[in-house]
């Protein structure tokens, strides 16, 4: 995982600047559409780590799901902790 970290840390950084920059945005799930969208999201992202911590899928294709694990966990901090900064901003009289 770090060899892997040390490959995609560009994307890495690119999609903790992309989840910042939707969750300043977007701010948090107002209807309940998108607050299952932000359950599904986040169910996604358990499963990937999962899969990439029990090593189960190996090769190519656990590359690719330790790749998206890695990316998808950056983006869904990036877009919560830009999302709660905005929301608490916005509360204040």
Same mark, same amino acid.
């Given at each position: 995982?770090?060899? +892997?970290?040390? +490959?995609?840390?560009?994307? !890495?950084? !690119?999609?903790?600047?992309?989840?910042?920059?939707?969750?300043?945005?977007?701010?948090?799930?107002?209807?309940?559409?998108?607050?299952?969208?932000?359950?599904? !999201?986040?169910? #996604?992202?358990?499963?990937?780590?999962? +899969?990439?911590?029990?090593?189960?899928?190996?090769?190519?294709?656990?590359?690719?799901?330790?790749?998206?694990?890695? !990316?998808?966990? #950056?983006? +869904?901090?990036?877009?919560?902790?830009?999302?709660?900064?905005?929301?608490? #901003?916005?509360?204040?009289?």
């Amino acid at each position: 995982m770090t060899l +892997l970290a040390t +490959l995609l840390w560009p994307f !890495l950084a !690119l999609s903790l600047l992309l989840g910042t920059g939707i969750g300043w945005l977007a701010g948090l799930p107002r209807t309940r559409a998108a607050r299952w969208g932000a359950i599904a !999201l986040a169910v #996604a992202a358990c499963v990937t780590c999962g +899969l990439a911590a029990s090593g189960t899928v190996g090769g190519r294709a656990g590359f690719w799901i330790e790749g998206s694990a890695m !990316l998808l966990g #950056a983006y +869904l901090v990036g877009a919560a902790l830009a999302a709660g900064v905005t929301h608490r #901003a916005g509360s204040r009289p």
